[in-house]
């Protein structure tokens, strides 16, 4: 909460959005809602930082996949969680079926992002549908949390306040639930 009123908050923000995008395991949710319950006038600019920030990381994570793959693979491969080659072999038949809802999906829920952002570039998904997907799902996900805090602020701070640490479990087993989802059911 003390990084809402920091100089460099909303570039941290739109870093951490970013680095999450393409290949930074951290989502930029917790960020997001620690500065908009500080600031809630400000939830909306900083759900916006958030979306440019993942879209344009999407992005990134996209050229990962289309040019950067040969040579950085090994290093996903062994260093990044989630990121395994039995997935990204089974993505890639999910693409053939469900391209936009795939990018969609893991835009708007815990499923790792980064994963989908880099395999739709490695296996050549249209950058157009790409951009729509992402900007919808990423941008929807960070709106709806901005319009709750910010109709809600003092409330959902005091609920948060409260419940924190089980909220921190939640959000872990969901990110958890996520790699779960990505290695077990895709």
Same mark, same amino acid.
């Given at each position: 909460?003390?990084?809402?009123?920091?100089?460099?908050?909303s570039?941290?923000?739109?870093?951490?959005?970013?680095?999450?995008?393409?290949?930074f395991?951290?989502?930029?949710?917790?960020?997001?809602?620690?500065?908009?319950v500080?600031?809630?006038?400000?939830?909306?600019?900083?759900?916006?930082i958030?979306?440019?920030?993942?879209?344009?990381?999407?992005?990134?994570?996209? #050229?990962?996949?289309?040019?950067?793959?040969?040579? $950085?693979?090994? %290093?996903?491969?062994?260093?990044?969680? /989630? !990121? @395994? *080659?039995?997935? #990204?072999?089974?993505?890639?038949?999910?693409?053939? $079926?469900?391209? %936009?809802?795939?990018?969609?999906?893991a /835009? !708007? @829920? *815990?499923?790792?992002?980064?994963?989908i952002?880099?395999?739709?570039? $490695?296996?050549?998904?249209?950058?157009?549908?790409?951009?729509?997907?992402?900007?919808?799902s990423?941008?929807?996900r960070?709106?709806i949390?901005?319009?709750?805090?910010?109709?809600?602020?003092?409330k959902?701070?005091?609920?948060?306040?409260?419940?924190?640490?089980?909220?921190t479990?939640?959000?872990?087993?969901?990110?958890?639930?996520?790699?779960?989802?990505?290695?077990?059911?895709?």
């Amino acid at each position: 909460l003390s990084w809402a009123h920091k100089k460099y908050s909303s570039a941290a923000l739109f870093v951490l959005a970013f680095a999450e995008s393409s290949f930074f395991p951290i989502p930029p949710d917790v960020l997001q809602i620690g500065l908009s319950v500080s600031r809630p006038k400000k939830s909306f600019y900083y759900a916006f930082i958030a979306s440019v920030g993942s879209i344009l990381g999407g992005i990134f994570g996209y #050229f990962i996949g289309l040019k950067l793959w040969g040579i $950085l693979k090994d %290093f996903f491969f062994a260093y990044i969680p /989630g !990121f @395994t *080659p039995e997935i #990204f072999s089974i993505i890639q038949d999910k693409y053939d $079926l469900y391209n %936009f809802w795939i990018v969609f999906t893991a /835009g !708007f @829920t *815990p499923i790792p992002y980064k994963i989908i952002t880099i395999s739709a570039g $490695l296996f050549g998904v249209s950058f157009l549908m790409f951009i729509i997907a992402s900007t919808i799902s990423r941008s929807a996900r960070f709106f709806i949390v901005a319009t709750l805090i910010y109709f809600f602020g003092p409330k959902i701070k005091e609920f948060i306040d409260k419940y924190f640490n089980l909220l921190t479990v939640i959000f872990i087993i969901l990110l958890i639930g996520g790699f779960f989802i990505i290695k077990y059911l895709i």
